[in-house]
């Protein structure tokens, strides 16, 4: 579902991805880890062409993405992602958030949209709140707006980083549980996070990141008892 060959990418002078080589197959859920500025986001970002890529081919589903242009918007399409900050539209009620895009971009009718929405909203809880505006709402009912945003899209891979790290503790797990059942139900999902219990109960393999590398991708039983690389093991160290 995901293919990545000999990726590179630079930021100036630093190296932010380094040849990285990664097939990720149709319902797998990758969890990534690794030391702050290792190049996790970056990572998640080149995957829907947030950021351009200097070398290398990136393809979802066996499209391969192109560098710019209309195939790149619908390639952009297929790839939903959620970030630490949830990025809500502040001037738009929680429904037009989450029917906004398929109207635009999929052409939606609105009605069509409206009630996908709606379907969205349910099923991460928050229905009720769908008049309301993103600063009415907690954190945690934030994230779940911005998961289903992105699920109005009907995406292919579902990219998540650090969703839950600008949440109240409390807020952690009602997002981790809508991931949980979304990962349940099949979605390829690559998810950037600090939450160990997630990662072993959902996570199918661990990618785990040290300067711009993929050092260590393992099963999670695997990783968190016996870790390869000192680097790993200094991360887990100072993690768990
Ligand atoms: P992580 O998510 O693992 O913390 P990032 O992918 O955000 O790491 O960043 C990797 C490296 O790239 C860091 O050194 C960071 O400072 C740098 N970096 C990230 N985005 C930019 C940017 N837009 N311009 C310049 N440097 C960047
Ligand atoms: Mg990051």
Do not use: W
Request: hydrophobic share 45%; charged share 25%.
């Amino acid at each position: 579902m995901i293919s990545m060959k000999s990726v590179n990418k630079h930021f100036g002078a630093l190296h932010v991805l380094q040849e990285i080589d990664l097939e990720v197959p149709r319902g797998q859920v990758v969890i990534v880890l690794g030391p702050s500025g290792s190049g996790k986001s970056t990572l998640c970002r080149t995957i829907n062409r947030l950021e351009p890529i200097d070398s290398g081919e990136i393809a979802v589903d066996g499209k391969v993405l192109p560098a710019e242009g209309k195939a790149l918007a619908a390639l952009r399409a297929d790839v939903g992602m959620v970030f630490q900050s949830f990025n809500l539209f502040a001037h738009k009620t929680i429904l037009d958030n989450v029917m906004l895009a398929p109207v635009k971009v999929r052409k939606k009718s609105s009605a069509d949209a409206k009630a996908k929405a709606y379907e969205l909203l349910e099923r991460v809880g928050i229905a009720n709140q769908a008049d309301k505006y993103p600063a009415q709402l907690s954190g945690g009912q934030q994230q779940r707006v911005a998961i289903a945003r992105a699920l109005a899209m009907n995406p292919k891979v579902m990219l998540f980083d650090e969703p839950t790290s600008a949440l109240d503790p409390e807020m952690v797990n009602e997002v981790l549980d809508v991931m949980t059942s979304l990962a349940k139900e099949g979605m390829t999902m690559l998810v950037v996070t600090h939450e160990m219990g997630f990662a072993r109960k959902v996570g199918h393999r661990v990618l785990f990141m040290a300067d711009g590398q993929i050092v260590e991708d393992a099963e999670p039983a695997t990783f968190f008892t016996a870790p390869k690389s000192e680097r790993a093991k200094d991360f887990l160290g100072k993690i768990l």
